[in-house]
C-alpha cells in the first residue's frame, strides 16, 4: 500500500490549503479508515482527522470547525481543507490508513497500517 500526500505549502495565517492524498495498492472497502495526523519540530505526532467509509468522521478539537477531512471511495484518494489556518497548524502533515478501527482508537497513531512520506504546511504570522 502506498500513500502520496501532496497540496502541502506556505500560507499566511487565515489562509486556506488543500491537502490530497491518493492511495493505491489496495481497494478501499468499508473497513477502511483514513487520516491525518501531524508532527511540529520537537513535538509528538498529534492527530487531526480521520473518516470512515460512511463519511462518518473525527476531529482534533484544535482543528475542529476549521478543518474538513473527506474522501472518494471511488477513486481512492482523501482529502483535508484547512480553513482560518493558524501558525500552530505548522507541521509536516501525514496521511494514514487504517481497518477494523473503533472510534476509540481512530485517534491514535499506532492504530494506522501505513503511513504516506508527508507534506509540509507552513503558516506565518
Known amino acids: 500500500v502506498q500513500l502520496q500526500a501532496s497540496g502541502g505549502g506556505w500560507v499566511q495565517a487565515g489562509g486556506s490549503l488543500r491537502l490530497s492524498c491518493a492511495v493505491s495498492?489496495?481497494?478501499?472497502?468499508?473497513?477502511?479508515?483514513m487520516g491525518w495526523f501531524r508532527q511540529a519540530p520537537g513535538k509528538d505526532r498529534e492527530f487531526v482527522a480521520a473518516i470512515r467509509w460512511y463519511s462518518v468522521t473525527v476531529y482534533a478539537d484544535s482543528v475542529k470547525g476549521r478543518f474538513t477531512i473527506s474522501r472518494d471511495n471511488a477513486k481512492n484518494t482523501v482529502s483535508l481543507q484547512m480553513n482560518n489556518l493558524k501558525p500552530e497548524d505548522t507541521a509536516v502533515y501525514y496521511c494514514v490508513q487504517g481497518s477494523r478501527l473503533i472510534t476509540s482508537t481512530m485517534r491514535l497513531a499506532n492504530a494506522y497500517e501505513y503511513w504516506g512520506q508527508g507534506t509540509q504546511v507552513t503558516v506565518s504570522r
Open positions: 495498492g489496495r481497494t478501499f472497502n468499508s473497513d477502511v479508515i
